[in-house]
């Protein structure tokens, strides 16, 4: 009795902390979403909501961790149900960088507001972001579930992301050998770029961090994570 | 006696942990330096040891992230205690990205080996890559000694280290626009600018996660945290 008492203190604790993930998780699929948008219209209006949404998503990380850690100080959880919670504090982590990101994307619509539009990019940056935040939708709907399978898929997804990004890597270098004058639009175009494709990579984290929840293994060959920029010596 | 046996063995596991950490430091210390290296001297054999010495790094974050969990669990610490090991998962998260980084620096040097320097970056970079290095160290320090001033004085260092990145972008943007044969060295060199600029960030994150264990507070005016790239539109 006593055992099912201290369980479902665990229960609602846990259960209160996930609702804090989803709403954290909902707010940054929209902020990856409306900053791609906000360089694509360059609108500095949108592009400073995005800022202040970033205020709201780095508070609701401390609210996070600070009830986990009370929740690992009360109900002392072991073994699946400590690994819950700490998997909970990865993931909030995660999405805290995800939307420095966004906050990153928008902040920089500041500086090429003003530059002619690079051939091409504006859509290229906005179907990358929308690809993450379906890979990000996808994971929380994996972490919501403990759907070990879809998790899996968005990690084969993020490969999608690197490609779309190495090929725009390539362009961006193309204009920039073309005309000197597109040197600073791209360098800050391949900003967001780099920017969107590290934001899959984090999404991407985090789904291995929910395969590994359910299942209790890391997936095999573990993704290589972080830079991936090719190594081209010439733009094709 | 059961609560001094109880603390005792908490300590003798956070001593455990805190030794693993010390080692993750000392080896992504190294390896700050020695990427820095095998750039300015064109390495690769050196540039290989860094990227087999990140393997390393990694085994100990998954040991680190064991042991802590297993104290949790069997220790069942609270308040100070249950606070220190959760520091530690978050130090050691930022040991294994700055590995990484530093990785990603050795695996680029391959990409610029054969093409022909840009006056000056080696040695700024080399520069900048000393400066982080000696950032870290002193965060390490300020773990061990619990020396919340010292942790404060990392985090003020760090505007150098963006300084020096700032200026480095600018003079990469000119040399580009100067020379479009210098676009693709100039492109991998700015990348390793910004990975040592980013390892300077997480150091500062280390630090402030310091300054919260020792004090119970983060520091006022949290510092900015990712993209700092200068908005310049136009190269003096």
């Known amino acids: 009795m006593i055992d099912?008492?201290?369980?479902?203190?665990?229960?609602r604790d846990l259960e209160a902390?996930?609702?804090?993930?989803?709403?954290m998780g909902g707010l940054v699929e929209e902020a990856i979403l409306l900053a791609?948008?906000?360089?694509?219209?360059?609108d500095l209006e949108l592009a400073e909501k995005v800022r202040k949404a970033d205020k709201v998503i780095d508070a609701l990380e401390l609210q996070i961790n600070e009830d986990a850690a009370r929740?690992?100080?009360?109900?002392?959880?072991?073994?699946?149900?400590?690994?819950?919670l700490l998997t909970v504090l990865r993931l909030a982590a995660s999405l805290e960088r995800i939307g420095?990101?966004?906050?990153?994307?928008?902040?920089?619509?500041?500086a090429v507001v003003d530059m002619p539009p690079v051939s091409g990019a504006d859509v290229a940056l906005r179907r990358m972001a929308r690809e993450v935040q379906a890979m990000l939708k996808d994971t929380l709907d994996?972490?919501?579930r403990y759907d070990a399978d879809l998790a899996e898929d968005v990690r084969q997804r993020d490969q999608e992301v690197d490609q779309m990004y190495n090929a725009l890597f390539r362009e961006f270098l193309t204009f920039m050998m073309e005309d000197p004058r597109n040197i600073t639009a791209c360098m800050h175009l391949h900003f967001m770029a780099?920017?969107?494709?590290?934001?899959?990579?984090?999404?991407?984290?985090?789904?291995?961090?929910?395969?590994?929840?359910?299942?209790g293994e890391m997936p095999e060959e573990a993704r290589p994570k972080g830079d991936k920029t090719p190594f081209v010596t010439d733009p094709e």
């Open 100 to 110: 420095d990101y966004a906050k990153n994307i928008a902040k920089r619509t500041s």
């Open 142 to 144: 994996a972490y919501m």
């Open 17 to 23: 902390i996930t609702t804090l993930i989803m709403k």
């Open 36 to 42: 791609a948008q906000s360089l694509a219209d360059r």
């Open 194 to 215: 780099k920017n969107i494709e590290r934001m899959g990579d984090l999404t991407t984290n985090m789904s291995e961090q929910i395969i590994y929840l359910v299942t």
């Open 71 to 84: 929740t690992i100080a009360l109900r002392a959880p072991v073994s699946k149900d400590l690994r819950a």
């Open 4 to 11: 099912q008492h201290i369980s479902s203190a665990y229960d």
